[in-house]
């Protein structure tokens, strides 16, 4: 039998027509080597559509009439050797006027001069289909549900996907008195906000696009509780079809999913710390090998000098370059101090003592400039860090302000923390000069960068800085505009 695009039958066999049409039947054809799709006038028939009302083309077939969900199981179908005992295959279609229905078609398979051939026919088996598939269904969903521990079932119903039914394990996930009638919109606000419009959409698509989910969210209970809750859902279809309700399970993961995350940012510190190492090693090699080849030159020019004025006037460049390599290590001892200092054992650090003592030993540098200091710790008086670190950060941080206060006005640097979800937060703000972020952004916390015209900027405060808070797991942020002022923002933890 010969097919034609728009579903008609030409050829030899064209006297079959009839007959094929009659049949509550249709008859499909692919062709592996060249991907065509047709099918006969009854495909149309018996999917409710009009003769030529959709294109026929191997998209139509795969991506729009055959069920997303049965397209794998054809697939590989079509692609494994079939045999006259190779038993029929049950797929979903979409109809024009009853959406999803149940077909059986029988594949086979031949090759000619045209090439690779599969074709089958399609028999609406809907009506026969149903009750052993919402029964095989339901049947899942319990096993599902109630044989693992720590798992309890929900069900929105299509009629009024305002509302929805928990069961008493739910309730006692949530914290709740399982006698509380929840909307859809309450059962989803338990959940943290970034996890809220998750939930929403995947409902939504499952109604709509009749797809399951499984996705990972986390609570926050009645009791205030967090806690990691795995829901999935699955849409029960009628026989039109149509989804008529989302049935699911939420199961307690909260074990499993802190170690994975755990297990993740371990991995991410590890990324992390490989990343710095290899750009230290970088900076040593560039800051070494630029001080020791400067000094080699000299000693060359010293030795090929035969006045003494000039052997004078070169060894003192000499000295210069010395003092210089001597500060350099001196510096790279300072960041490998930091790696070493890592194991030490964490201490609770009172943070508003912590600052007065560092106001009080750059006493001089605050009166010669006028600043004024303003520290507010009310949020996060103390902090679980190494002492030595935070000491650091703070002096740094606040010899920075100092040394880059604008001229032309009181300088006023303010020190506070903030606390925000799970996270705590140390702020340093100033009114000083400024740094243009477009221009210097990227480099702002690199080893001997500096941005202002100031003989005693070295350019390994902020370098240090960065690598102490990374080091225990935080970040560091800067946020600028030229003669307006900076503000660090650094997550403690």
Excluded at 74 to 92: D, G, H, K
Excluded at 225 to 252: E, R, Y
Excluded at 470 to 480: H, R
Aim: charged share 25%; aromatic share 10%; proline share 3%.
């Amino acid at each position: 039998m010969s097919f034609l695009e728009k579903g008609k039958l030409s050829g030899d066999d064209v006297h079959l027509t009839p007959l094929i049409n009659d049949l509550d039947t249709g008859i499909w054809k692919y062709n592996f080597n060249t991907r065509e799709v047709k099918w006969s006038t009854g495909f149309y028939k018996v999917l409710d559509f009009q003769l030529n009302e959709i294109e026929c083309n191997a998209y139509t077939f795969f991506e729009h009439l055959l069920y997303h969900g049965d397209k794998p199981a054809f697939i590989n179908a079509i692609n494994n050797r079939l045999t006259e005992n190779t038993p029929p295959l049950q797929l979903r279609f979409l109809t024009k006027k009853n959406g999803y229905q149940w077909f059986e078609t029988t594949i086979r398979k031949i090759d000619n001069e045209h090439g690779c051939i599969a074709y089958g026919s399609l028999i609406n088996i809907n009506r026969y289909k149903h009750n052993d598939l919402l029964s095989a269904h339901n049947q899942v969903i319990n096993d599902a549900a109630f044989n693992t521990a720590q798992l309890g079932s929900w069900e929105i119903d299509a009629q009024n996907t305002g509302t929805i039914e928990l069961s008493k394990q739910v309730y006692d996930l949530f914290d709740l008195q399982n006698h509380l009638n929840l909307s859809v919109e309450e059962f989803i606000s338990f959940f943290e906000p970034p996890y809220r419009p998750v939930l929403q959409n995947a409902i939504n698509q499952t109604f709509d696009q009749s797809r399951p989910f499984d996705v990972d969210l986390l609570l926050r209970s009645a009791k205030n509780n967090m806690l990691w809750l795995k829901v999935k859902a699955v849409p029960v279809i009628n026989h039109f079809g149509k989804c008529t309700s989302v049935k699911g399970i939420v199961q307690d993961i909260d074990s499993e999913k802190r170690k994975l995350l755990k297990l993740e940012q371990s991995i991410n510190l590890l990324t992390d710390q490989n990343r710095r190492l290899q750009n230290f090693a970088y900076i040593v090699s560039h800051n070494l090998r630029s001080h020791t080849g400067n000094l080699q030159f000299m000693v060359n020019l010293f030795e090929q000098t035969e006045t003494t004025e000039e052997r004078e006037e070169i060894f003192s460049h000499i000295k210069t370059i010395s003092d210089s390599l001597d500060l350099t290590i001196e510096h790279i001892n300072e960041i490998v101090k930091i790696q070493t200092e890592i194991t030490k054992e964490r201490k609770m650090v009172e943070l508003e003592p912590m600052f007065k003592n560092i106001c009080s030993a750059l006493k001089n540098n605050i009166e010669a400039i006028n600043a004024r200091i303003e520290g507010d710790f009310t949020q996060c008086r103390e902090i679980s860090y190494i002492p030595a670190y935070m000491e650091s950060i703070l002096q740094n941080l606040l010899t920075n302000s100092l040394k880059y206060s604008h001229p032309e006005r009181q300088p006023v640097i303010k020190c506070y923390t903030l606390t925000e979800g799970n996270h705590i937060y140390l702020i340093f703000e100033d009114n000083g000069l400024g740094i243009d972020l477009d221009r210097y952004g990227d480099k702002i916390f690199g080893m001997y960068k500096t941005f202002h015209q100031n003989t005693d900027a070295k350019g390994i405060g902020l370098f240090i800085t960065r690598n102490q808070i990374e080091a225990l797991g935080g970040s560091i942020k800067v946020d600028s505009k030229v003669n307006v002022g900076t503000k660090f923002t650094i997550r403690l933890a």
